[in-house]
């Protein structure tokens, strides 16, 4: 009975230590994703595309790794993680964007002035500067933001249903 007791307290002993070791490592694979979450997230400021009309009204943020997505005045937003695939995506067609040209942009129609479309801005918010489109139709960005914006979209729109 006491070599029994014995090796069951030894087989104890030992399968707590494996199970400390596991925890330990699984720890330290958390913090090694949370930091690199955080890594990418300081990659891409602050997005906001706003498209609005009498009757609509549309905003997509990206914020601290988040999409936030707005559809009416007034409204709560929806919100999801931006998948890691999706941010990746985003970031690199944010990288092709040259910020300083971006408020001098020539829209490619003017279908807004008369309720054609959406009039629509791009913005792009960092530590130091908030980086903003001339308005634009919704639908008809800029050919220089145009792949940026189309994405943007499709990631908002393929979340929220």
Request: proline share 4%; aromatic share 12%; hydrophobic share 40%.
């Amino acid at each position: 009975m006491k070599l029994f007791a014995l090796v069951f307290s030894m087989m104890s002993f030992f399968t707590s230590c494996k199970c400390k070791e596991a925890t330990i490592q699984d720890e330290a694979k958390i913090v090694n994703t949370e930091s690199n979450l955080e890594n990418q997230i300081l990659n891409l400021p602050v997005v906001v595309y706003q498209e609005t009309t009498r009757g609509m009204y549309r905003k997509i943020s990206i914020n601290e790794g988040k999409i936030f997505v707005v559809t009416a005045h007034g409204a709560k937003p929806a919100f999801w993680e931006l998948k890691k695939e999706d941010y990746k995506k985003l970031l690199d067609l944010y990288q092709k964007i040259d910020l300083n040209g971006l408020s001098s942009l020539k829209d490619p129609t003017q279908k807004r002035f008369y309720d054609g479309a959406p009039i629509a801005t791009l913005s792009f918010t960092n530590e130091k500067d908030t980086y903003t489109s001339s308005e634009f139709d919704g639908g008809f960005p800029p050919k220089e933001i145009e792949a940026f914006v189309n994405e943007l979209i499709v990631v908002a729109e393929k979340l929220n249903k």
